[in-house]
């Protein structure tokens, strides 16, 4: 008995320092920090953070050295896939993290869609920009939810972990 509860301890320890290296928390179900971060030397650091329709999420670190860092260089340098078109009012993105897995058309009527969202200190909003008019400072994060189109209030991702 007390050689399965020693094997026992030490495997949910090994759990949580893997949890805690990951910067997380046994009771927390939100985005899992990147283990890196592009630039990571940088003094100012921004996050994209995705939520899939099933829920899964992930997070992405990108460090710069100026004030602020666009949208568009954030999802460039993450190193998350994404497709754009461009529309008349500026770029649409039709797919991220490969969801959906294949697409003819950016906005299908009555078919999920990515939505928007920026975080500042610790709260999300909802974009009233396009993602490649979106300013970011340091630890602040751009988010990214797919949702059905029948949802009548989208919910944000989970807040960024740095």
């Known amino acids: 008995m007390r050689k399965h509860l020693i094997g026992t301890s030490a495997i949910l320890a090994l759990a949580l320092i893997a949890i805690a290296a990951c910067g997380g928390s046994p009771s927390t179900a939100t985005a899992s920090p990147a283990s890196t971060c592009v630039n990571a030397a940088a003094?100012?650091?921004?996050?994209?953070?995705?939520?899939?329709?099933?829920?899964?999420?992930?997070?992405?670190?990108?460090?710069?050295?100026?004030?602020?860092?666009?949208?568009?260089?954030?999802?460039?340098?993450s190193t998350i896939q994404f497709e754009t078109q461009t529309f008349s009012f500026g770029k649409g993105v039709c797919q991220i993290d490969n969801e959906p897995a294949q697409f003819s058309k950016c906005f299908p009527?009555?078919?999920?869609?990515?939505?928007?969202?920026?975080?500042?200190?610790?709260?999300?909003?909802?974009?009233?920009?396009?993602?490649?008019?979106?300013?970011?400072?340091?630890?602040?994060?751009?988010?990214?939810h797919y949702v059905q189109s029948t949802d009548p209030s989208a919910a944000p991702p989970p807040l960024a972990k740095p």
Not at 46 to 59: D, K, R
Not at 68 to 73: A, E, L, V
């Open 43 to 77: 003094p100012h650091h921004a996050y994209v953070v995705i939520q899939h329709l099933s829920g899964t999420a992930v997070q992405k670190c990108v460090g710069f050295t100026t004030d602020t860092i666009d949208g568009q260089t954030v999802m460039d340098q």
């Open 109 to 144: 009527q009555d078919k999920p869609y990515w939505s928007l969202w920026v975080e500042t200190n610790a709260k999300w909003t909802s974009a009233q920009t396009g993602y490649t008019d979106v300013k970011l400072h340091d630890k602040e994060a751009m988010g990214w």
